[in-house]
């Protein structure tokens, strides 16, 4: 058993994830591991708009949550869970409500208790899935389209944030760079497959902080660049021409950033070891760098548990079992910082 270290009891954990543009559920074994899951993208939904718009995911989750909750629970071959997980946040508080509500509700009906799970330490937890989980300390490297940070991880809750971005986060950066140059949203994938047909040293774009003090990040700079470059394309009737060595000149500048900032961050601390999640997490260009200029280990979760997804709730939830109440509030934060959340059954 991979957790024998940290979950004292023996419990089949359901988690439900719903603070964004996915409906995610699953059960997690504390004895036999992860035994079901299932996710529910809304990305056909949003796309049309070109990000996500709250009203219309949370009534997405709401009709969605039930039917994926029965599914995953025929999967994993019981018929109801021992404690139940939930993200309560950070996120969009429409869609933190309804996970929260629907986690409530069934508390109730099976008698079960209840744990709020943050979303972000979900992520950071979520290579604790994989045949070969990372001890701790380690480096975790948090990238998302909402999240870019770097935190000094020491145990159980134990985090200290080391270094965040003062604009946008890496995943919006990526977002914003797809629309500039007419590609499909969400831009992280669009950009990574059209990079592969340009050269990524066609621009010199600017790798924003890389040589400053510190360890925070800036996005806006890059993103800045690249507008200027799309609009000189455009006037010169190049863009058509250009777009795959621009989409590889911005995914290297991005990279070299995330790379240099986390392998900073690993020397400062004195660590060998670095976990990187969240969606970029799945970028291959990202392993690839941080595979070859790393001596220590890295770990990921794989590409399915690197977007939002309930596996990570769950295992975060079964970790936090000692937090687990019965259902008296749904908790629901839109921002809720993760090195406030201390270490689990201290309040």
Same mark, same amino acid.
């Given at each position: 058993m991979l957790y024998s270290g940290t979950i004292r009891c023996l419990m089949n954990v359901l988690g439900i994830e719903t603070s964004c543009d996915e409906t995610g559920v699953a059960v997690f074994s504390t004895e036999r591991g992860l035994l079901a899951h299932a996710l529910h993208s809304q990305i056909d939904l949003h796309a049309v708009y070109g990000g996500v718009v709250p009203e219309i995911a949370s009534r997405d989750h709401l009709r969605r949550l039930l039917p994926l909750v029965q599914r995953v629970l025929a999967e994993s071959g019981i018929e109801r869970p021992d404690a139940l997980a939930y993200t309560a946040g950070p996120g969009l508080v429409g869609a933190l409500m309804v996970g929260g509500g629907m986690a409530a509700g069934l508390s109730i009906a099976w008698g079960c208790p209840l744990v709020p799970v943050h979303h972000m330490e979900g992520h950071l937890l979520a290579p604790m899935l994989e045949d070969e989980p990372p001890e701790y300390p380690f480096i975790a490297l948090l990238? %998302? =389209?909402?999240? +870019? &940070?770097?935190i000094s991880v020491r145990g159980l809750g134990q985090y200290e944030l080391l270094g965040t971005t003062r604009d946008d986060a890496v995943g919006e950066a990526f977002d914003k760079t797809a629309k500039l140059l007419g590609l499909t949203y969400p831009g992280g994938p669009a950009i990574a497959a059209l990079a592969e047909e340009g050269d990524e040293n066609a621009y010199h774009f600017p790798r924003p902080m890389l040589n400053r003090p510190g360890l925070d990040f800036s996005f806006s700079g890059l993103k800045t660049a690249v507008m200027i470059a799309v609009r000189a394309a455009e006037a010169a009737g190049e863009l058509a021409a250009r777009r795959a060595d621009l989409a590889a000149s911005f995914q290297r500048a991005a990279i070299d950033t995330l790379v240099g900032r986390a392998l900073k961050a690993a020397k400062r601390e004195q660590l060998d070891r670095i976990v990187v999640a969240g969606g970029v997490g799945a970028n291959e260009l990202l392993r690839q760098q941080i595979a070859e200029r790393f001596d220590g280990e890295v770990h990921y979760p794989r590409p399915a548990f690197c977007t939002d997804n309930g596996a990570m709730i769950a295992v975060a939830?079964?970790?936090? /079992? +000692?937090?687990? %109440? /019965?259902?008296?509030?749904?908790?629901?934060?839109?921002r809720w910082? /993760?090195?406030?959340? =201390? &270490?689990?059954?201290?309040?």
């Open positions: 990238v %998302s =389209g909402g999240h +870019t &940070m770097l939830g079964a970790l936090r /079992l +000692t937090d687990a %109440s /019965l259902a008296n509030e749904i908790r629901a934060e839109a910082p /993760l090195d406030t959340l =201390g &270490m689990p059954g201290v309040a």
